[in-house]
Every structure is written in C-alpha cells, then in structure tokens.
C-alpha cells in the first residue's frame, strides 16, 4: 500500500491511499479458501466445491468484502504508522473511477485530536465553603414534618377560618359563563392561606359554611400555565362538603414512630445527614466550577473544530427542545439565535476541557473500572422494562460512543476527585445563602482565553437554560422528605396534588430548571466526546466503522 500526504494544515489531515489490485485479488483467495468448505453446490459433497466455482457463483460480493477489509486494514495502519488520534471518525472515499481488477485508490481525511500541553496541576489552590448543620434549620424540618402530619378534626358547626380545611366541590366557569376543560372537580381540600391556589380562590372560602353553595370570582394569573386561561377573569360554583381544623402538630417520639423510624433522636440524624449531603454537594459544586476556571484559564490550545462543532449541536438540540416548552417558542428561539456565538464558545470551552481532564486521567492512571462500567449500565437500563433492558444494555455494549456517553461523567468526577487531592485547598466555613451566592456569582465565566461575564453569556432571563448549556447546574435544595412514606400521614398536601390534576384553580407550579446538556448521564461540564477521544478507546484509535467503499458491496 502507497501512502501519500496530501494535507497538513493544523489540526486537519488528509491522505491517498493506494492499494494495489495485486493486494485486494490476494484478499479474494484468500477469502475464496476460508468459505468454500461451508458453500454446497448441486454435485459436489459439502465442503468439496472447486475455488474457482466459488469465486465464480460468489466473485462480485467477495470482491466488495475483500475491497472493504483492505480499505479499513490500510486506515488502521495508516493511524498506526503517523500515530494519528482522530478526533472524529475520519472520512474515507473511494475514488469514483474504481473498477474491479484496478488499483483502488482512496481519499481519508479526519482532523486529529491536538497535542495538550502537560497541566500544571502542583499549583491549584481552592477554596472550600463548608456550611454547618445549625439545630434550627433541623427543626425547622421536624416543623414541617409535623405539620404534614397533622390530623384534621371535623368542624362542621362553624364557618370557615384561615387555617381550616375546606373540601369543595367545584365548577370553573368563564366570564361568558361557559365551564371550561379540566375545571370541574370534587372533594378538593383547600387549607385555607397555603397560598397553594390562584390569588382570592381561598380567601374567598372564609367565612364559608357546611353545605353552603358560592361563586368565587377570580382572575388567573398572566403567566398561567393555560394559555387560553392566562390573565382571564373565571368564576368557580362551590359546594362547602366538609370543614375541618387543625389538630395540634407535635414534635415528639410519636411523629418519628409515624415516620416508620425508633426514635425522634433517629430522626433528627436522618435530617441532619440528608442537609449535610445537600450542602456537600453545593460545596462540590463551587469547588469544581472553580477548578474547571483555574484549568480552562491556564491552557488555551487549539481544538479540532469538528468536535466543538459536535458539541454545540448536541447544546443547541437540547436548547431548542427546551424553547418548545417556553410560553412563546418563537421569542425563545429568537433570543437564542442572538446569543448562538456564545454558546458555541461554551462548546469549545466544553471542549478543551474535556480533552485537558482526559490528559490529566491518563498521565495520572485514572480510570473507569468494567465493575463501575456495569454498575452504569445496570442503573441507566433501569429506566426501560422488560426485554428492552436488555436490547438497552447490548446496545452499550456494542457502540463505542454510548458507552463513552456513560461513562464520561463518572470519568470526569474521578479526575476531578483527584485534583482536588493535589490541590492546595483552604476550608472557609459560609452560609448556605453565601454559598449559593457564590455559585451564582457573576464573576466570570472562564472560556481558556479570556473571561466572560456569565449574564452576557447567556438570554437574559434564562440563567437555568445558560447553566445547562454550560454544563454546570447548582444543586437545587431539596424540599423536605419523609423517611419513611406513610399512607395514613399524606394529609392535604396529597389531597391537593391529586385535585390539582383536575381543576386549573391551583396556582402554576415554578418552572423547573434545564436538564443539563448530558441530561441522559450527569451534569458534566467538559465534552464526553472529547473525553471519549482523548481516552484512547476505539472512538479515537480507528473508525468505529468499516469504511464503505463505493461501487462494492460493504458489510460492517
């Protein structure tokens, strides 16, 4: 095979193969040799068919085999022979003049992955906010658990007062006095000042009495989840079913033993780690961002285009489906398209830092285990039933780059665990409120080539959206959880949740913010494309494909 080198400008290659007509015919015999004792022919015994029958009946497709493993061969030692690292899977044609019995002469081009500068990774200093548990914030928790396990005593002799339960039954009518979809519902418990509903819905329930029937009017709010709905006045037909106030909520042995658990001291513990665990991760978080700015600040090299180009049609994709989702679509997507450049150097950030932790994984031994491999695909299979598990997990098994897609974000919290081992790191003990502060700060966004202000980084207003594109999402806090889910202790909050379903009068629920980018794995902030490549895996080191050659039959 000839090898000629026809671009080398940068990061982009590109080479003339010539693989002789000798070569391919040599690859046919030998093709011929290994199939001819399964071929049977009318005549001959199994086994016993003449080669040159076999090349006869099977000549043309085993041509086109052999052509194909010569061109995938001449690729593999191609990137062998120049220690080549695609950073994509490189382009290979074939000329178009081929005809069988000729030399066969093919183009590959591919951009490399580039040379990355030893890190300086002895000089990271870190600071480390660390927030204590404060005992009024656990029982600010217990408050909240008591409360939602409070019992409701029948009080069908008085009217109705803030604070009180008040099932209803109810018909949401227009102004024009027509009932609207998803309006109309029954035994909807109302605790009166939870602020759960629209505005003036249970303001105007005080006062109320057992059996009594009123019309509410109302207004729905202008950003209302229904459209049709938003900024409308309404009316709501009541029926008073039931009215109920609030037993005591105590914080004692009783509410722990409801929760399913031993003891208050028990529970207190399990609030107490759950709080801790929120705010190691928004410590994590702050440590991490900071890191990923010292490395992208420190190292500003060239990265193959193709790779940010990936990456910023993955962000743009996601971003994209997220503006579907918005209240006016098209005003989402305008606003994106202003802000497409920047996006696109989040991606090459995304980019050059991926390829900086990878170097840093490899030069330092870090890596995935097949035990932590399975362990990924066992959880992300979970999401499908049946035997789609299973067609799940052989996929994985099979494609190179879903599995990089798994394992990239474990890989890169590896490589970060181990940097902020090697890190000088100072311990500042902050506020939760500090902490966040900090994590939202605009101080700057660090590209690797300068710093950019985070709002001018991203559509004003959409700050969630812009976390997701960059990779990089704060730990949200967690509302209250029960241990332990009891069936008797759901109170109103679960009656509500179930009423909601029904009727328009709750109030819309706050937006939640963007799935990250790599929604389908973890929040990273570099590129599980770039990680996957610089990793040395079968995405990097040879097309994941067989080349398909034209004019000839190509099988994978």
Same mark, same amino acid.
């Given at each position: 095979m000839q090898t000629v080198e026809t671009l080398n400008e940068g990061l982009k290659r590109a080479y003339t193969l010539t693989i002789t007509a000798k070569d391919i015919d040599a690859k046919v015999d030998a093709e011929v040799k290994r199939v001819a004792p399964q071929v049977k022919m009318p005549g001959f015994r199994p086994g016993k068919v003449p080669a040159?029958?076999?090349?006869?009946?099977?000549?043309?497709?085993?041509?086109?085999?052999?052509?194909?493993?010569?061109?995938?061969?001449?690729?593999?030692?191609?990137?062998?022979?120049?220690?080549?690292?695609?950073?994509?899977?490189?382009? @290979?044609?074939?000329?178009?003049?081929?005809?069988?019995?000729?030399?066969?002469?093919?183009?590959?081009?591919?951009?490399?992955?580039?040379? @990355?500068?030893?890190?300086?990774?002895?000089?990271?200093?870190?600071?480390?906010?660390?927030?204590? $548990?404060?005992?009024?914030?656990?029982?600010?928790?217990?408050?909240?658990?008591?409360?939602?396990?409070?019992?409701?005593?029948?009080?069908?002799?008085?009217?109705?007062?803030?604070?009180?339960? $008040?099932?209803?039954?109810? $018909?949401?009518?227009?102004?024009?006095? @027509?009932?609207?979809d998803g309006g109309t519902g029954t035994d909807m418990g109302v605790e009166l000042g939870s602020g759960r509903l629209i505005p003036g819905f249970e303001e105007q329930l005080v006062g109320v009495t057992l059996g009594e029937e009123k019309t509410l009017n109302v207004t729905f709010p202008e950003d209302y989840g229904a459209k049709e709905l938003a900024g409308q006045p309404a009316t709501f037909d009541i029926t008073v079913k039931k009215i109920q106030v609030a037993g005591e909520s105590k914080i004692d042995e009783d509410l722990a033993k409801n929760l399913g658990l031993e003891s208050l001291e028990q529970l207190r513990g399990l609030i107490k780690g759950q709080i801790e665990q929120e705010h190691n991760g928004l410590t994590r978080t702050h440590m991490k961002r900071k890191l990923l700015d010292q490395l992208a600040e420190g190292h500003d090299f060239e990265v193959p285009p193709s790779m940010v180009e990936a990456e910023f049609a993955q962000i743009w994709q996601q971003l994209e489906h997220e503006a579907t989702h918005e209240e006016d679509p098209a005003a989402a997507l305008a606003e994106m398209e202003s802000e497409r450049e920047d996006y696109r150097k989040i991606a090459e950030r995304r980019v050059r830092l991926g390829l900086l932790l990878s170097e840093i994984g490899q030069a330092n031994g870090v890596e995935v285990s097949q035990q932590e491999m399975n362990r990924l695909i066992a959880q992300a299979a979970q999401q499908y039933r049946g035997e789609d598990q299973q067609r799940f997990i052989q996929y994985v098994q099979q494609e190179p780059m879903a599995a990089a897609q798994l394992r990239a974000p474990l890989y890169e919290d590896k490589v970060v665990d181990f940097l902020f081992e090697k890190a000088d790191v100072t311990d500042r003990e902050a506020t939760r409120e500090e902490l966040e502060a900090a994590i939202e700060s605009e101080d700057g966004f660090a590209t690797g080539t300068h710093t950019h202000d985070h709002d001018n980084h991203k559509p004003k207003g959409k700050k969630a959206k812009a976390d997701a594109a960059e990779g990089e999402a704060k730990p949200k806090k967690a509302a209250a959880k029960k241990p332990v889910a009891k069936d008797d202790n759901a109170g109103v909050e679960a009656e509500e949740a179930s009423a909601g379903e029904e009727t328009p009068a709750k109030k819309p629920r706050a937006k939640k913010a963007a799935a990250p980018v790599d929604a389908e794995t973890a929040v990273t902030e570099s590129s599980p494309v770039a990680a996957e490549a610089a990793e040395g895996t079968e995405a990097a080191d040879a097309p994941a494909k067989k080349p398909r050659a034209k004019k000839a039959k190509s099988e994978a």
């Amino acid at each position: 095979m000839q090898t000629v080198e026809t671009l080398n400008e940068g990061l982009k290659r590109a080479y003339t193969l010539t693989i002789t007509a000798k070569d391919i015919d040599a690859k046919v015999d030998a093709e011929v040799k290994r199939v001819a004792p399964q071929v049977k022919m009318p005549g001959f015994r199994p086994g016993k068919v003449p080669a040159n029958l076999v090349r006869k009946m099977h000549g043309e497709s085993l041509a086109a085999d052999a052509l194909n493993t010569a061109i995938q061969q001449g690729v593999q030692q191609l990137l062998a022979d120049n220690a080549l690292r695609p950073a994509m899977q490189p382009s @290979v044609a074939l000329n178009d003049d081929y005809a069988p019995g000729k030399d066969a002469e093919v183009t590959v081009e591919m951009e490399v992955l580039p040379a @990355v500068p030893a890190p300086a990774i002895e000089s990271l200093k870190l600071e480390r906010l660390t927030v204590p $548990v404060a005992d009024d914030l656990i029982d600010e928790q217990l408050q909240k658990f008591a409360d939602q396990s409070k019992k409701w005593d029948d009080a069908d002799d008085k009217a109705a007062e803030m604070g009180d339960l $008040v099932t209803v039954d109810f $018909v949401g009518k227009t102004a024009d006095g @027509v009932a609207f979809d998803g309006g109309t519902g029954t035994d909807m418990g109302v605790e009166l000042g939870s602020g759960r509903l629209i505005p003036g819905f249970e303001e105007q329930l005080v006062g109320v009495t057992l059996g009594e029937e009123k019309t509410l009017n109302v207004t729905f709010p202008e950003d209302y989840g229904a459209k049709e709905l938003a900024g409308q006045p309404a009316t709501f037909d009541i029926t008073v079913k039931k009215i109920q106030v609030a037993g005591e909520s105590k914080i004692d042995e009783d509410l722990a033993k409801n929760l399913g658990l031993e003891s208050l001291e028990q529970l207190r513990g399990l609030i107490k780690g759950q709080i801790e665990q929120e705010h190691n991760g928004l410590t994590r978080t702050h440590m991490k961002r900071k890191l990923l700015d010292q490395l992208a600040e420190g190292h500003d090299f060239e990265v193959p285009p193709s790779m940010v180009e990936a990456e910023f049609a993955q962000i743009w994709q996601q971003l994209e489906h997220e503006a579907t989702h918005e209240e006016d679509p098209a005003a989402a997507l305008a606003e994106m398209e202003s802000e497409r450049e920047d996006y696109r150097k989040i991606a090459e950030r995304r980019v050059r830092l991926g390829l900086l932790l990878s170097e840093i994984g490899q030069a330092n031994g870090v890596e995935v285990s097949q035990q932590e491999m399975n362990r990924l695909i066992a959880q992300a299979a979970q999401q499908y039933r049946g035997e789609d598990q299973q067609r799940f997990i052989q996929y994985v098994q099979q494609e190179p780059m879903a599995a990089a897609q798994l394992r990239a974000p474990l890989y890169e919290d590896k490589v970060v665990d181990f940097l902020f081992e090697k890190a000088d790191v100072t311990d500042r003990e902050a506020t939760r409120e500090e902490l966040e502060a900090a994590i939202e700060s605009e101080d700057g966004f660090a590209t690797g080539t300068h710093t950019h202000d985070h709002d001018n980084h991203k559509p004003k207003g959409k700050k969630a959206k812009a976390d997701a594109a960059e990779g990089e999402a704060k730990p949200k806090k967690a509302a209250a959880k029960k241990p332990v889910a009891k069936d008797d202790n759901a109170g109103v909050e679960a009656e509500e949740a179930s009423a909601g379903e029904e009727t328009p009068a709750k109030k819309p629920r706050a937006k939640k913010a963007a799935a990250p980018v790599d929604a389908e794995t973890a929040v990273t902030e570099s590129s599980p494309v770039a990680a996957e490549a610089a990793e040395g895996t079968e995405a990097a080191d040879a097309p994941a494909k067989k080349p398909r050659a034209k004019k000839a039959k190509s099988e994978a």
